[in-house]
């Protein structure tokens, strides 16, 4: 009895050393992360402009919906954005993962002077989408950048702002950011090299070598990075926004759901804060509707291919 | 035991430190990051000071302002940073001192300082004081200030521009004066002269002589320069400028002095071509200032101290065709209301010193923009240093300021996403080929659309 008495004691010792502990992680959530959630998606709901900047009013029951109906019904570039950013999403998950994924295979060979390599390929991944931004404009500027003559080199003549052609325009966009995959690349690769080396030696005794060995063992033993980093990918292609502030400002067709939340809430005069937590709400819900899809593929996925090696 | 005691230590020592990282960020701010990289620790050090001074020390009156450059990246930034120097200089022993503090986000700062209930002690706004700090009534009434002392030529344009029911909340010691700047040599080149250029017609006409000309000349930038060609077309009617000088309706969107000038600007756009249209004029400039591949240019007087030496001879300021010019006060310094009489008092005295002669003239000829003061002689001033570049800018603010007719910038009257909007729609004209006409119905449901 007495000793059921110490460990419920020493349980509930326990239990505060870990809320102690737990306390500084829980309170900051709380406080950057919670509140301002929870904030966004009260004044979804409330007139919150330039009129009653400083009290956001809610609008009631009647008209709960009302900033909904305008960013949804009214807004002319709220689709246009959500399909955009939805298409840099799986952009990132289907196009930029896979391009990580072999890099950092190619990366994880012993092979001479891979180190070098491996260092100057981070090297672009160090300069900030600004700039990044910026050296694409004059890539893609008609006057002077290396892709129109290049176009000329199929369609003679060809003299247009590759920028304002809508649709080349979101190609010309996604390619500004796709390809810079670095952290993606080192995080699959600190994993890849993770994998023990009897794993490695034991499928080479079994047959399974180079992309065999990547297929069978490296990727299903890396997975668990794969669906983090397709998460991540998928999530900063939603949030794109500085490629479009600096390439087109939303012309031809390539707003971006960040973009528009900057357009409403500081761009406008009105300073439609109300109607820009709107669509962050969606961004939100949007960036939660990733991670579950997200997860959902890769266990369906992984769960298959489980069964087909049974 | 000892297990016991390591644990509680930790948990003593993670408590410390997130209690010492909530409370320190006025000690981080001072040993860290630079003004203008840290703008919001800059603010949060400055009001712990102000608030943790003992009484009887000064007050500080925080000054907000955009000039963070460097001074090799960009002088007229320095000569800016001295002027406001030169005053905290001479107020640093008095009841309150003068911190001018540089920013690269202005708006955000004001934005969100706004949506707190909050304005800072003086700002040089971006574009306009938000609607917002208004109607809050956050920010301080300057026109019984300027009609008390008389300083109604000194601020200018911003009496009647900034005027908002009576009450005026900004004044901009700089005019933001745009108007042509034509290359007198690439124009000649194809038989034509610059003075000859005094209707759009003209103006098209001599653009499609350039272009038939061929070679790597070209007309002109087009993109965020059409917006200023619509602007200025607009103000050739009375209808026009009245539409100009009011916020953006329905009935604006649906005029046809807005489709005219729109379908005129677009249609000189084309034919321009997309290659040479830009969202951001910048991206363009060195074509016709450095390498007088361009002949015309629209844009302010400011782009004076960009022309290169060399070119200097053929590159000219003109107005627009029909005698017009755009010319904005726009937002320039605000303060706040909320501040105690000393403060307030030192405040408006700085407003007093940005208009003053002696300051106007520095910004004329260190910073080259258009000085808001009616009084300060641009002419005598350009002749005293016989600097090419003042004289040039010179020139450009005579003509200006003494334009058959001046015109307020859209973005200013009609909102910058609305501004945003019509560049983009003229952007996607460019391109050879759009329906115009499809174009601009488009344009006006999303301007319906954006006002709503």
């Known amino acids: ?58 609008w009631g029951w009647d008209e709960l919906w009302d900033n909904y109906q305008y960013i949804f019904q009214t807004y002319p570039y709220f689709w246009e954005a959500l399909r955009n950013s939805s298409a840099w999403a799986l952009l990132g998950a289907v196009v930029q993962v896979p391009v990580a994924t072999l890099i950092a295979l190619a990366f994880s060979r012993k092979i001479k002077g891979v180190r070098t390599i491996r260092n100057i390929y981070i090297i672009p991944n160090m300069i900030s989408t600004a700039a990044m931004g910026m050296i694409f404009l004059q890539l893609y500027s008609p006057l002077y950048g290396v892709v129109n003559p290049v176009i000329r080199l199929f369609n003679k003549g060809f003299d247009e702002n590759i920028l304002l052609l809508k649709g080349p325009a979101f190609w010309a966009m996604t390619c500004a950011y796709i390809f810079f995959t670095g952290t993606t690349t080192l995080l699959i690769l600190g994993n ?18 180079g992309l065999k060995q990547d297929w069978y063992i490296t990727l299903p033993m890396i997975k668990g990075t794969l669906k983090t980093v397709s998460v991540l990918a998928a999530t900063s292609g939603f949030l794109l926004y500085n490629e479009v502030y600096f390439l087109t400002k ?51 996925s992984w769960k298959k291919k489980k069964e087909g090696c049974r | 035991m000892k297990r016991k005691a390591v644990s509680l230590f930790m948990a003593i ?3 410390a430190a997130l209690l010492a990282g909530c409370g320190n960020s006025g000690a981080g701010q001072a040993t860290g990051g630079t003004a ?19 009484a009887g020390e000064s007050e500080v009156l925080e000054f907000y302002h955009g000039y963070y450059h460097e001074e090799s990246e960009w002088p007229a930034a320095k000569v800016m940073r001295d002027i406001y120097d030169e005053f905290a200089a001479a107020h640093a022993d008095g009841p309150v001192t003068f911190k001018p503090i540089p920013v690269e986000n202005r708006a955000e700062i004001v934005s969100a300082q706004v949506a707190g209930g909050n304005f800072p002690d003086v700002v040089d706004v971006d ?44 004044v901009h010691d700089q005019l933001e004066s745009r108007g042509m700047w034509y290359n007198a040599a690439v124009l000649e080149s194809v038989g034509v002269k610059m003075e000859d250029i005094k209707t759009w017609e003209d103006f098209g006409a001599a653009m499609d002589k350039v272009r038939a000309a061929g070679g790597e000349n070209y007309g002109y930038v087009a993109g965020q320069g059409s917006l200023m060609m619509l602007n200025a077309m607009m103000a050739e009617s009375e209808e026009g400028r009245n539409l100009l000088a009011s916020e953006l309706t ?85 303060i706040s209301s909320g501040m105690s009489e000393a403060k307030t008092e030192l405040a408006l005295e700085f407003l007093a010193y940005m208009v003053s002669p002696e300051v106007q003239e520095k910004i004329f000829t260190g910073v080259q923009a258009n000085p808001c003061n009616k009084t300060v002689d641009l002419q005598a001033l350009a002749q005293e240093g016989e600097d090419p570049i003042v004289m040039k800018l010179a020139e450009a603010c005579s003509q200006v300021n003494s334009a058959g007719t001046v015109v307020i910038g859209v973005s200013y009257t009609w909102g910058g996403d609305v501004g945003n909007a019509i560049i983009n729609a003229l952007m996607e004209c460019a391109v050879s080929g759009t329906d115009i006409d499809a174009r601009f119905e488009q344009l006006q449901q999303e301007l319906i659309a954006l006002i709503a």
């Open chain 1, 192 to 209: 890849i090299m993770a994998v023990p080396e009897d794993v490695r030696e034991a499928a080479v005794l079994d047959g399974a070598d």
């Open chain 1, 1 to 58: 009895m007495e000793k059921k008495k110490r460990a419920g004691g020493l349980g509930w010792r326990r239990k505060g050393f870990i809320l102690a502990f737990l306390a500084p992680t829980l309170t900051a959530f709380a406080i950057f992360y919670l509140y301002p959630i929870v904030t966004v998606i009260f004044t979804s709901f409330c007139k919150w402009d330039y009129t009653n900047i400083k009290t956001p009013q809610f």
């Open chain 2, 127 to 170: 574009t306009a004081v938000p609607q917002a700090a208004i109607s809050q009534g956050l920010v301080l009434d300057l026109k019984p200030y300027i009609d008390e002392n008389g300083l109604q030529d000194a601020v200018g344009i911003n009496y009647t521009q900034n005027d908002v029911d009576g009450h005026i909340y900004t």
């Open chain 2, 13 to 15: 020592a993670v408590g």
């Open chain 2, 36 to 54: 203008a990289e840290e703008p919001a620790k800059e603010e949060a050090a400055a009001e712990s000071q102000a608030a943790e001074a003992p």
């Open chain 1, 250 to 300: 939303g012309a031809a067709g390539t707003y971006s759901i960040s973009y528009v939340i900057r357009e409403l809430a500081i761009t406008s005069p009105r300073t439609q804060f109300g109607r820009a937590n709107t669509v962050a709400v969606v961004q939100i819900l949007a960036g939660m509707v990733i991670i579950v899809l997200i997860n959902g593929l890769y266990s369906i």
């Open chain 2, 250 to 334: 329905e009935d604006t969107i649906r005029s046809e002095v807005f489709a005219d000038a729109f379908k005129r600007a677009a249609a000189m756009d084309q034919a321009n071509g997309s290659g040479h249209t830009t969202e951001d004029l910048g991206n363009l400039m060195d074509d016709f200032n450095k390498k007088g591949m361009v002949a015309a240019l629209f844009n302010g007087v400011w782009n004076a101290s960009g022309i290169d030496a060399g070119l200097a001879e053929s590159i000219r300021p003109s107005l627009f065709p029909g005698d017009v010019a755009i010319a904005s006060a726009g937002g320039g310094i605000s």
